[in-house]
């Protein structure tokens, strides 16, 4: 019974409308023997099935997990560790406070406490310069400090990085003028595939410290047969990912 209402309230739901509406009007279509709009309409709705299918996104992302491995306690502690921007969000009253990727700020404040790291890096703009433009660095500074991190402790890019590229080569330029040896560079599993893609294009040894991982596939269930948001994000962010590596960005 719970199975079959969550499988009627998914259908309820406006992403569910919409695949319906695409079933309904392709049997329209059937039904007035114009089948070339009928099976396109077919299409679409499978499409939207499959691409808003919860199993197939975790899946995905999972691909891109796969290619990063944990950041072992047995491995040896590291000079700084780069944390790129994204993880950060704004309150209501204009607060910092943490984002759908907040993981990587807190997995970083994590091994600072635990003694894994010396200094921790922050960097990211959002919309480069000018009205409306957030400094994604010193939100994460702010983050950190509620956190327990000591400003001592805390480095922040002060240049504007608005992509993942950018960030990478501040912070290539900011080892090579530390003289550090070990870094890391901590984001989602699932993006840092294709931003140590981008370190080793531009140059910068790091070691890979991964947050955020969304790749566990959950067990299946009736509802699961519906297009839902979950599934949508997780595959347009595969897509994306995709395109940026393709792309060198």
């Given at each position: 019974?719970?199975?079959?209402?969550?499988?009627?309230?998914?259908l309820l739901m406006p992403l569910g409308l919409i695949w319906l509406g695409l079933w309904g009007s392709a049997y329209w279509a059937?039904?007035?023997?114009?089948?070339?709009?009928?099976?396109?309409?077919?299409?679409?709705?499978?499409?939207?099935?499959?691409?808003?299918?919860?199993?197939?996104?975790?899946?995905?992302?999972?691909r891109l997990e796969a290619e990063v491995q944990p950041f072992s306690s047995k491995d040896a502690p590291l000079e700084a560790l780069f944390v790129l921007g994204g993880g950060s969000a704004v309150d209501e009253q204009g607060r910092p406070a943490l984002g759908d990727s907040g993981d990587r700020i807190v997995e970083a404040a994590r091994l600072w406490h635990a003694g894994r790291v010396r200094w921790l890096?922050?960097?990211?703009?959002?919309?480069?310069?000018?009205?409306?433009?957030?400094?994604?660095?010193?939100?994460?500074r702010t983050l950190w400090k509620d956190l327990g991190?000591?400003?001592?402790?805390?480095?922040?890019?002060?240049?504007?990085?608005?992509?993942?590229?950018?960030?990478?080569?501040?912070y290539t330029r900011l080892k090579a003028r530390e003289g550090w040896q070990r870094v890391g560079l901590l984001s989602s599993a699932w993006h840092l595939p294709r931003a140590m893609a981008l370190?080793?294009?531009?140059?910068?040894?790091?070691?890979?410290?991964?947050?955020?991982r969304r790749g566990r596939v959950p067990r299946w269930e009736l509802w699961h047969l519906v297009p839902q948001q979950e599934g949508l994000h997780n595959t347009q962010g595969f897509c994306w990912e995709w395109l940026g590596r393709s792309m060198g960005r």
């Open positions: 019974m719970l199975a079959f209402t969550k499988l009627v309230g998914m059937f039904r007035r023997r114009v089948r070339g709009l009928g099976f396109a309409l077919m299409g679409l709705a499978v499409g939207l099935a499959l691409v808003g299918n919860v199993q197939l996104g975790h899946r995905l992302m999972g890096v922050a960097s990211g703009a959002s919309q480069g310069t000018g009205p409306g433009s957030r400094n994604l660095g010193e939100e994460t991190i000591p400003e001592s402790a805390i480095r922040v890019i002060e240049e504007p990085c608005v992509i993942t590229r950018d960030e990478v080569q501040a370190a080793r294009r531009t140059g910068l040894e790091a070691v890979p410290v991964a947050s955020d």
